[in-house]
């Protein structure tokens, strides 16, 4: 009889220990269901940051982001998309994807967010986005040539028709797992959105 019963306390641990996450999130009020299929990325959880160099939101999340990758679980990748949706951002994603065309991108990415800030309304063009990156030590006219190029036009597209799938209309923006978008709009804070990201996390893991 002690073998069932620890037997079934076993069973019970077990089935505890990837039981769902509970907490006070709930979704359709602090997230939302974008797909139902389950993230392209094989190396883990992924989590994006859908963000623009132009966005002041953005600059100002950034240390916040910084300090959520230094805990993060190991399995956790996180990854970037710039947005689109406004003349200035496609710009900068531009930038973004030709820094990351010719290797730089590692050298320019944090960056970029505190010279955009400071240049804020100034790169209305491509000659002005190389002058940006030039200040990086960047070739400010191979920057020019690579952000005008096919494949970063096709970056672009791919970008935006992803946006709307995501549900994306407002940067900072977050999507755990390729599945669930945070709901920035309906929390008061940084802390907030990570404890809703690192939420989601569990989520996943629990359901996997």
Not at 96 to 101: L, M, N, T
Request: hydrophobic share 45%; with cysteine; proline share 5%.
């Amino acid at each position: 009889m002690r073998t069932i019963l620890a037997a079934i306390a076993l069973i019970t641990l077990s089935a505890g220990a990837f039981a769902q996450p509970t907490g006070q999130f709930v979704e359709g009020t602090h997230y939302e269901r974008v797909s139902d299929a389950p993230s392209a990325n094989t190396d883990g959880i992924e989590v994006l940051e859908v963000f623009s160099y132009g966005c002041p939101h953005c600059v100002s999340m950034q240390p916040h982001l910084k300090a959520w990758l230094a805990s993060k679980p190991a399995q956790v990748k996180l990854n970037h998309m710039p947005a689109t949706f406004r003349p200035d951002f496609e710009l900068y994603a531009r930038g973004y994807y030709a820094a990351e065309s010719i290797g730089l991108l590692a050298q320019t990415h944090e960056r970029m967010f505190a010279l955009a800030e400071a240049s804020h309304g100034k790169v209305r063009n491509i000659d002005d986005l190389a002058g940006l990156y030039a200040e990086l030590g960047v070739d400010g006219e191979k920057l020019k040539a690579v952000g005008k190029s096919f494949a970063v036009d096709m970056r672009i597209r791919e970008v935006n028709q992803r946006l709307p799938k995501l549900k994306v209309s407002f940067t900072p923006s977050f999507i755990v797992a390729g599945k669930y978008r945070v709901k920035n709009e309906a929390l008061h804070s940084p802390a907030e959105i990570f404890a809703v990201i690192d939420f989601l996390i569990a989520k996943e893991r629990a359901e996997h």
